[in-house]
Structures are given as structure tokens and as C-alpha cells.
């Protein structure tokens, strides 16, 4: 089991120290989102300060940004990095693109999706072999480079690629192309394993692929403490992040797979009125307890591996850390974790 987490910084000086921190814990890989900030200019000052573990975007939206761009800062950080960076791409809703991110929405996400990662490959085989350029689909195209714009091969070795998957194409689009999926914390185990896994797996089939060459990345959300009213405390934010993402209709289907289709209507119409702090009260324990492992710090490890082990093959979890104490605890539960 591979451990993974997340950072969001506010200063070069607290990203660099909470790398560090992170690979001293034992995490083997960390990501950056891309909520608020870009996911690419972070993963410099980790390289920098990491020697060991693996990091990545958790994940960058493609459409804003062309194949072409994404390629070169993906081959750069591959590349300064001595072969550790994993490239995590998403499409977001039409919604953010076009109004968030000025990004025309032509068609649907997923075929456009796949013919990106195709053009990337092309792209990075270029760079690589020297190939000519001579990829062209519907909505991108790589079919001019002169030997000045080409940054020229990569001794570190292919280059990873992962995406966050929700609906069954993309799914069987992560078993076809992928090396990986980074599935989306707003997930439950069961929609993982009925919907999730068996669509990978039809699409590592059709490449003739099987499952287990697909890194599987996942997690929820951790809700912890010394003790239960710690615990209550915590559960508020949590649910207010649920609500949120339970609010967009992309993510319906897993909650329709439990039987609360209606929580995300209302979630979504709450959400067009506005009225995001109530939102959270359509969240219930019985709800949160889907999403999130709920537990007091002594309580973590024999959870976490009844809901997550045989079901990832790295783990994304962590939880804030206010004193010594919270990392020594950190650090024991992430080399228990790791155990065979």
C-alpha cells in the first residue's frame, strides 16, 4: 500500500517545510489541487525539498490549458525532478470552464478527454524519440515542431499519466489509456467497487490490460480526534465540503447508487439560491459515515484498512496537524498503514 497526501501552502517557505515534513512522516507521494491556486507552480519548491517521494497535480483541468502546454510543464517537472512527477488531469463541469475559466464547452466531456491524452502521448513521444508530429483528432492537433521548440528526451522514463473519473466512461477511458485514476474524494467504497473498478477493468480489457496495472488512488475525507467531542467538532467543515461537492450533478450518481437522489436536488437548488452555510444540515451522520472515516486518533488505523485495503493501491488520506504530538501520530499511522 502506497500512502499519499495533499498540500496547500500560503507561502513558498510553509510548502518547502511541509514537504519535507511529509516525506520525513513517510509519505510516498503528495499532490497539489487546483482550488484557487495553479496545481504546476507549486510542485517546483517539492521537488526542491523532497528527494524521495513521488508528487503531482491532484489534478489540473485539462481543457483550459493545450496538450502542447500541459506537455512541457509536465516534461520540465519530470525532468528536474529526476522522474518522480505524475501528471493528474480532470475536465470539471461545463459550468467552471466556460464561466470559471472562459473555456468553450464544444461537446461532451469525455471523448474530448480521451483524444487530449492521446494528442499528449504523441507529444511526449516527440519530445522523446524525435518522431515527427503527426497527431490530429477533432479538437486537438500536434503536427508542427521545429528542433528549437523540442525540449528533447527525458531519461527518466515515461511519463505517468492519471485522471479523476466519476462516470463510467471515464473509467474505462483510465483501464484503456491511463496509468492511473485519482478518484474523487467526493466517492464512496461502493460506488468504487459497483461502478468504479469494473468499468476500469472493461477498459484495461479492451487494451489488453488487466486491473492490476492500473494504480487505483483514493480516499475520503478523515474525520478525527482525541476524543468524541473533538470528533463533533470536526464534523462540521466535512459535512460543509460533502454538501458541496454533493451539490454539483455531476457527482449525483453516487448518491443515487445510496438511495439520496433527493439530497443532491436539494443540495443543488440551495446552492443556486446561494445559501451554501445551510447546505450542510442536509448532510447526516449516516451520510457522512459514507464518505468519511469517523473516528478518534486511536480508532483510525483498523478503519481505514476495513474500508481501503484491497479496494486502492494508494491510500490519499491525511489529517491537520497542531502540535509534535499530531505528527508522531501521523508518521506511526502512516508506517502502519504501509505494513504488508
Known amino acids: 500500500m502506497r500512502i499519499e497526501t495533499a498540500v496547500v501552502a500560503p507561502t513558498i517557505e510553509a510548502l518547502a517545510k511541509y514537504a519535507g515534513q511529509m516525506e520525513e512522516i513517510g509519505y510516498d507521494s503528495i499532490i497539489t489541487p487546483e482550488a484557487g491556486h495553479d496545481p504546476f507552480l507549486p510542485l517546483m519548491i517539492v521537488a526542491e525539498h523532497t528527494k524521495r517521494m513521488t508528487f503531482g497535480t491532484g489534478v489540473a483541468i485539462a481543457f483550459p490549458r493545450s496538450p502542447f502546454v500541459t506537455a512541457q510543464m509536465a516534461w520540465d517537472l519530470q525532468r528536474y525532478s529526476g522522474g518522480r512527477f505524475l501528471l493528474g488531469l480532470g475536465t470539471q463541469v461545463k459550468g467552471h470552464n466556460e464561466r470559471r475559466y472562459s473555456t468553450p464547452w464544444p461537446s461532451p466531456p469525455g471523448p474530448r478527454m480521451r483524444e487530449y491524452i492521446l494528442c499528449l502521448k504523441a507529444i511526449f513521444n516527440t519530445f522523446q524519440s524525435s518522431a515527427r508530429p503527426d497527431f490530429t483528432g ?157 473516528g478518534t486518533y486511536d480508532e483510525l488505523l483498523p478503519k481505514i484498512k476495513e474500508r481501503y485495503f484491497g479496494l486502492v493501491s494508494t491510500l490519499d488520506f491525511g489529517f491537520g496537524l497542531r502540535s509534535a504530538e499530531d505528527q508522531e501520530r501521523l508518521s506511526w499511522l502512516v508506517q502502519e498503514l504501509k505494513k504488508p
Open 138 to 294: 477533432k479538437h486537438y492537433q500536434f503536427t508542427l515542431i521545429s528542433p528549437f521548440f523540442n525540449p528533447g528526451p527525458n531519461q527518466n522514463g515515461q511519463l505517468p499519466i492519471y485522471i479523476s473519473a466519476v462516470n463510467k466512461y471515464n473509467c474505462r477511458l483510465v483501464g484503456e489509456l491511463c496509468d492511473g485514476i485519482r478518484m474523487h474524494g467526493f466517492n464512496t467504497a461502493k460506488y468504487t467497487k459497483e461502478v468504479i473498478l469494473p468499468a476500469i477493468e472493461e477498459g484495461a480489457r479492451k487494451a489488453g490490460r488487466k486491473l492490476s496495472d492500473i494504480d487505483v488512488v483514493g480516499g475520503g475525507f478523515i474525520v478525527t480526534g482525541r476524543n468524541q467531542e473533538e470528533i463533533e467538532k470536526a464534523k462540521g467543515p466535512v459535512k460543509q465540503q460533502i454538501a458541496f461537492y454533493g451539490s454539483t450533478r455531476a457527482y449525483f450518481p453516487v448518491l443515487e447508487l445510496h438511495g439520496w437522489g433527493e439530497v443532491g436536488q436539494r443540495l443543488f437548488r440551495l446552492s443556486m439560491e446561494g445559501k451554501w452555510p445551510q447546505m450542510a444540515e442536509e448532510i447526516t451522520d449516516e451520510i457522512l459515515d459514507e464518505f468519511a472515516v469517523v
